[in-house]
């Protein structure tokens, strides 16, 4: 196998009209999970969709390895790609058994009896429903569905598996579920996965590399701890975490992780007019005796702790969590023990 380049893709749907994907140059590399995350309408779809073959590039390329599978002039018919593809709606056949669903792609590519037999009962075991070969798809739960979709996939041992918001229609319950089927599937099949979604914490718990894009631009490619840690600008901070972005004097701002010493040092420095953007997570912030007041503005119990919503005197917002309970209104003090300047 090999590894998937967009180079500098770029998709307009109207001659000279804003493009939808602008200017996108990533490698996956040849076995990795990558997730494409960003809100909606930022082009992810039509990303994943070039990729196919279902759309094609108005300028850039994209290769497996050294093949050219699509330029402007030029495209490799996605049959041709051994790539598959799995719908947010499954797209599974209701008039056909679970086996036969799974083994269509055998047979529309001409493999038949015992191999098609034994492919069928792999991809099945891969996605743990061998128990319901014989079942019809309306007797199966969402989830249940969603791995036959998977099981179908991966059926044809594709060499990069595109997944588009797979889990967008199924409960909170049943998302965790399936993401644990996700992983296990990338690990058996060492298929090279994208992932579609606009939810961070499903691209942060799948993926190997998240790449973040917005208004058809990619702003970041790196391993969630990188993005989570280290998210580069306003758009990417305010995508990934819980946290807050608060406008702070930027004088004394070297560093780009700040610690309370450094945030406050630049809070008495304030003649300078420069602000910068610092990312804050509720975990950061402490409920103390001496800091910044705060005024609490809403509280939510969460079982183990209350979090809570706090503005501060210059009418900033911000995210805590106590383990004591507060009241809406209560003044507290706040200390700030990291932040990232982004
Ligand atoms: N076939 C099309 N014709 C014209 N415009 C399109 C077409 N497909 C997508 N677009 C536009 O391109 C932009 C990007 O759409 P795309 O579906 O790629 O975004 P997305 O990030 O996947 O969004 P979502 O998460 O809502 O699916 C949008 O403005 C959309 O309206």
Redesign the pocket.
């Known amino acids: 196998m090999a590894k998937l380049i967009l180079n500098r893709l770029s998709k307009a749907?109207e001659a000279g009209g804003r493009p939808?994907v602008n200017d996108v140059s990533l490698e996956v590399r040849d076995g990795g999970f990558l997730a494409l995350l960003?809100p909606?309408?930022?082009?992810?779809?039509?990303v994943l969709r070039m990729i196919a073959g279902f759309e094609q590039p108005t300028d850039g390329s994209i290769l497996l390895g050294d093949r050219v599978l699509a330029d402007a002039s030029d495209m490799v018919a996605p049959e041709h790609r051994n790539m598959a593809m799995v719908f947010q709606s499954y797209a599974l056949w209701p008039h056909m058994s679970v086996a036969d669903n799974v083994g269509y792609p055998l047979k529309v590519r001409g493999i038949s009896g015992q191999k098609r037999e034994q492919k069928i009962r792999e991809a099945l075991n891969a996605v743990r429903l061998e128990a319901y070969a014989d079942r019809r798809p309306a007797d199966l739960s969402g989830g249940q569905r969603q791995r036959v979709a998977l099981a179908r996939c991966l059926v044809t041992e594709p060499d990069v598996v595109l997944l588009d918001e797979p889990l967008a229609n199924l409960d909170r319950h049943l998302r965790q579920e399936m993401e644990e089927t996700f992983r296990e599937f990338h690990a058996r099949s060492g298929a090279t996965m994208i992932y579609?979604t606009?939810d961070q914490a499903e691209a942060m718990a799948l993926a190997t590399d998240v790449a973040v894009m917005s208004e058809g631009r990619l702003l970041q490619v790196a391993s969630p701890q990188e993005i989570y840690a280290r998210p580069e600008g306003r758009l990417v901070g305010g995508l990934v975490g819980q946290g807050a972005i608060l406008k702070w004097p930027a004088a004394l701002l070297e560093n780009r992780l700040l610690d309370w010493d450094m945030l406050q040092q630049s809070l008495s420095h304030t003649d300078g007019q420069d602000c910068a953007d610092i990312l804050v997570r509720p975990q950061d912030v402490e409920i103390a005796g001496e800091g910044m007041a705060a005024t609490v503005t809403s509280v939510l119990f969460e079982g183990e702790r209350y979090a809570l919503k706090l503005a501060l005197g210059d009418e900033q917002n911000l995210r805590a969590f106590s383990r004591q309970p507060v009241q809406v209104g209560d003044r507290v003090s706040i200390v700030i023990r990291s932040a990232w300047r982004l």
């Open positions: 749907f939808a960003g909606s309408g930022c082009g992810k779809t039509t579609v606009h």
